[in-house]
């Protein structure tokens, strides 16, 4: 039980980035709150929600970054990606051109972000299978050139959402203990 007295370890920040309307508002309040929300749209100027989490016995505090919409505008500024440990990079499985663009996405973290940022792939939106227009084999050989970590979701369901944030906050505390 957490009482909210004990002594934050590590702060993670992650940034979720991808293209407008493939779920990143929603993987972040299933993950920080467990909710999905039927009527969307973030609050603009509410950039950031946490979850403490236990990773070795270690406190962690997951700062979760959200573009916001500035993604829209292909605005998303520099001042976004200092600082962050990690990155979900999310595309929608029944929209084949959110993936065409994942390789674009990388190349902005690359150009960036710290060179050691954990990545993860996430194909969201799994529960809707009979829509799929991205096929699993396409992102794992993505994932697999680019060196990414790779899942598919769906915030909808609740599907490998924590699963895909422990991965990565597991390998950041890798890297920074
Ligand atoms: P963002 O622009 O990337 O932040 O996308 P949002 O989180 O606002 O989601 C865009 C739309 O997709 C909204 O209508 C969501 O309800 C819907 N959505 C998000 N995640 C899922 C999912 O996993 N499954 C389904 N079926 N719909 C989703």
Not at 149 to 160: I, K, L, M, R, V
Request: aromatic share 10%; net charge negative; glycine share 8%.
């Amino acid at each position: 039980v957490m009482t909210g007295h004990e002594k934050i370890d590590y702060v993670f920040k992650v940034v979720v980035i991808g293209d407008s309307a493939v779920g990143k508002t929603q993987i972040l309040s299933r993950f920080t709150k467990n909710e999905f929300c039927l009527d969307s749209k973030s609050t603009i100027g509410v950039e950031f929600q946490t979850r403490t989490l236990t990773i070795q016995g270690k406190l962690i505090k997951a700062q979760i970054w959200d573009t916001a919409g500035q993604e829209r505008y292909r605005a998303v500024t520099s001042a976004y990606y200092r600082g962050a440990l990690g990155a979900m990079l999310v595309y929608d499985i029944t929209k084949r051109q959110t993936f065409d663009h994942v390789a674009r996405w990388v190349e902005e973290l690359r150009a960036h972000a710290d060179s050691s940022i954990v990545i993860m792939l996430i194909g969201n939106k799994a529960d809707l299978g009979d829509q799929r227009a991205v096929p699993t084999e396409d992102a794992v050989e993505f994932a697999e050139e680019q060196g990414l970590f790779f899942s598919e979701t769906s915030a909808f369901s609740g599907d490998n959402v924590d699963s895909a944030f422990f991965r990565v906050l597991e390998e950041i505390y890798g890297v920074v203990s």
